[in-house]
């Protein structure tokens, strides 16, 4: 952050107060936020299992992963990734 700052000429508390304002949540916030929808696609388009997807964006516990995933998206990574590739093909079959 401190370097962002720099890069901004601000301070690392205005940089977080701007922050806060443009997203409505704090740096890190959005950055683990960020990391798990990309796991997701990852999941989904690329065939990673939940190992794979949480180490390509930086979690270094799989547990933490799956936590906050869970957390995040209401189940947990494999059955996440399981429901939303039913409900494409339910939807693929209605059309």
């Given at each position: 952050m401190?370097?962002?700052a ?5 301070g690392?508390?205005t ?8 997203t409505a949540m704090?740096p890190?916030?959005?950055?683990k936020q ?7 696609q990852?999941?989904l388009m ?5 190992t794979?997807?949480a ?5 270094e516990?799989?547990s ?5 995933y869970?957390?995040?998206f ?14 494409k093909v ?6």
């Open positions: 401190e370097e962002l720099g890069v901004a000429r601000m690392v508390s940089l977080h107060r701007q922050f806060r304002d443009l704090s890190l916030q959005y950055q960020f990391r798990l929808q990309s796991a997701r990852r999941m690329d065939g990673l299992d939940a794979s997807a180490y390509e964006v930086g979690y516990s799989v933490q992963f799956s936590r906050e869970s957390r995040m209401g189940l947990p990574p494999k059955r996440d990734i399981r429901a939303l590739r039913d409900a339910v939807a693929i079959d209605a059309a």
